[in-house]
């Protein structure tokens, strides 16, 4: 064999090694590729599971802040009816009042007018008592100087 030969041969078996290398080296690539791939499943599955977790979460947080949010809403239109109730019933109590005020001012006067007629017909009575007590007083001085 010549020098050619056996370079030919030696670069055949360097390359058919190199191939078994290669073939290896994708063999091995492809499984780790593999678990690679495997492990991020699980690690997505993980992750799903955990997202399903917090969407179940978020629609209980969800369903009972709506609940209360209904509750709410119902005290408050609780509390607006008492209000207007409250409110009706106040209004009617203050015109009844002022009803009654009206009525006592009217009362007040007719018995101011009633007074006042009085207490002229008074001063008219005392003028009079005055002027006969004035008579009197003079025909008792008459009496007297007789």
Do not use: C, P
Not at 32 to 57: L, S, T
Not at 116 to 129: A, F, N, P, W
């Amino acid at each position: 064999m010549d020098n050619e030969e056996k370079l030919f041969e030696l670069m055949t078996k360097m390359y058919n090694e190199m191939q078994k290398e290669f073939a290896n080296f994708r063999g091995e690539m492809q499984e780790e590729f593999k678990n690679v791939r495997g492990e991020m499943q699980e690690g997505f599955k993980e992750v799903n599971g955990r997202i399903d977790n917090v969407e179940v979460e978020m629609k209980d947080f969800r369903k009972e802040t709506t609940d209360k949010f209904k509750e709410v809403n119902g005290r408050i239109d609780n509390v607006e009816v008492e209000v207007k109730d409250f409110r009706k019933e106040t209004n009617e109590r203050f015109d009844r009042l002022e009803n009654k005020m009206d009525d006592i001012e009217v009362n007040n006067a007719d018995r101011h007018v009633e007074i006042t007629g009085q207490i002229e017909d008074m001063k008219s009575d005392l003028s009079r008592i005055e002027i006969n007590t004035a008579d009197n007083w003079r025909d008792i001085a008459r009496i007297k100087a007789k």
